[in-house]
């Protein structure tokens, strides 16, 4: 096809090999700008009687961190992977810890009949079959759960990381605050046993309230956006695989539009290349077209609970709702003020002529986005302060650059309006950029606004 002539297989596999949108990472070779977080695990993890917390927004890749981590340290067996449910509770999560480290399986002999005709006339044969059989364990405590676990050393390895992901699916707090009494009763017994949690940070909490003394033997790993050299690492080993040439415009929008969310950055790449793989002439070079007709192809696989809020927001609304939260997504920082906010949002309008909402118009559609009707998708972001807001998810964001990328807005990824920020930089408002004012400052800046408003 347009790629080095490869066929269908040949292209699909060298694309599994460095694209990774619906599947965890595994493989330290594939994970990128995590390396100081999987160096403090590793250090956590071996000393005697720690266990590891690893919590962030959905989509920053905490399972792949996790699983590869367990996967590295792991030996004389595989490590043990189990997801939690809503319905969730110590007992079915020990339970399924046993079964896939295949402690509860019991041996059980059977006797099989078996006729046969011959010259001789009929036999009958009687073999003996041994099979394994799963029984799960009566788990009703912390004390039997730990009884239970004790038979891990030795039967599966000597020391079992086991990976319990999502822990704050569980919607019972009691039972999340089991596994906190759980892990002080593992390092009690001294039982040579790893237990690495991925969740938000609430679950966290829940889970050092089950025994406060718990807290000191969980490292706690908080992870945020992939920074930019993971991101742009990412990019380029996808696109050398297949020896294409990538821009620094091209890589630079990847990198962008992702916002750091790994899942992003590798959608991205995979319809990107897909699309160049689908062209009619040999491709070596991906161009603004190539680039375009990917992203729509990405914003249109992403998944469905991340379109809602916006769909809701927007659909079948004024053209101002995106507007609006497009100008959400126009900095480097999650949590924006709301006159930096209508700063932005009239830089979109000027840059794309669109029509602008007076200020007191902006202040009463703006606070719609807050209401249940148009998906509740901006919240409030600082307890006790009132003007600060973010995205409901962050994850959110990057789905609301790349819509408005697709729409032709540019938006600045870098820009910081947050105060003390060594992006934050001085200058006009005519010029573009924005800092913090002082009380003196900000009647100037608003007396300026309006005069250019006037003149628009």
């Known amino acids: 096809m347009a790629i080095q002539n490869l066929t269908n297989q040949e292209f699909f596999e060298k694309l599994n090999k460095v694209i990774r949108p619906s599947a965890p990472i595994s493989s330290f070779e594939m994970l990128f700008g995590r390396e100081k977080q999987v160096n403090e695990i590793e250090s956590a993890l071996y000393a005697d009687g720690r266990h590891v917390f690893i919590y962030g927004d959905r989509g920053v890749g905490k399972t792949s961190l996790a699983q590869t981590v367990a996967i590295k ?18 007992s079915s999560i020990v339970n399924d810890i046993l079964i896939k480290a295949k402690v509860s399986s019991t041996s059980v002999s059977e006797m099989t009949l078996g006729a046969s005709l011959s010259m001789m006339g009929t036999g009958i044969s009687a073999q003996h079959k041994r099979t394994d059989k799963s029984s799960a364990y009566t788990i009703n405590s912390v004390s039997s759960a730990v009884t239970a676990l004790s038979s891990l050393p030795g039967h599966h390895s000597p020391v079992p990381h086991i990976v319990i992901d999502e822990f704050d699916q569980i919607e019972s707090v009691e039972e999340r605050k089991n596994f906190g ?46 920074p930019w050299s993971g991101r742009d690492e990412i990019i380029d080993k996808a696109f050398s695989e297949f020896d294409l040439d990538l821009s ?14 790994p899942h992003y950055v590798h959608l991205l790449c995979e319809k990107i290349l897909q699309v160049a793989f689908c062209q009619d002439e040999i491709v070596k070079q991906i161009d603004q077209r190539l680039f375009l ?35 959400m997504a126009d900095s480097g920082d999650l949590q924006r003020e709301k006159k930096t906010i209508a700063f932005s949002y009239h830089q979109i309008c000027d840059k794309k002529s669109y029509n602008k909402l007076e200020d007191k118009q902006f202040d009463r559609q703006f606070s719609k986005l807050k209401t249940e009707e148009y998906g509740t998708v901006i919240i409030p972001a ?42 934050a930089q ?19 800046y608003r007396r300026e606004q309006r005069k250019l408003s006037n003149k628009l």
Not at 248 to 261: E, M, N, P, R, T
Not at 396 to 414: C, K, S, T, W
């Open 248 to 261: 620094k415009d091209v890589k630079f929008k990847i990198s962008g539009l992702s916002d750091g969310y």
């Open 426 to 444: 001085a200058v006009s408002y005519r010029s573009g950029t924005y800092k913090p004012l002082t009380p003196v400052e900000d009647k100037i």
């Open 293 to 327: 007709e990917g992203l729509s192809d990405a914003v249109n696989s992403v998944a469905e609970t991340l379109k809602y809020d916006y769909v809701k927001a927007t659909h079948c609304r004024p053209e101002y709702f995106h507007h609006m939260l497009w100008a």
């Open 181 to 226: 009494r759980l892990i002080k009763a593992l390092g009690d017994q001294n039982l040579k046993i790893k237990l690495i949690f991925t969740g938000i940070s609430d679950s966290l909490h829940s889970l050092i309230g089950g025994h406060l003394s718990s807290e000191r033997q969980i490292h706690q790993t908080p992870l945020e956006a992939l």
């Open 382 to 423: 600082l307890e006790g302060r009132k003007g600060w807001f973010r995205f409901k998810e962050n994850m959110l964001r990057g789905y609301v650059r790349m819509i408005a990328e697709l729409n032709g807005v540019q938006l600045d990824f870098e820009r910081r309006f947050t105060a003390n920020e060594p992006s």
């Open 73 to 90: 340290l792991q030996t004389h067996n595989d490590p043990i992977f189990v997801g939690c449910e809503p319905s969730s509770t110590l």
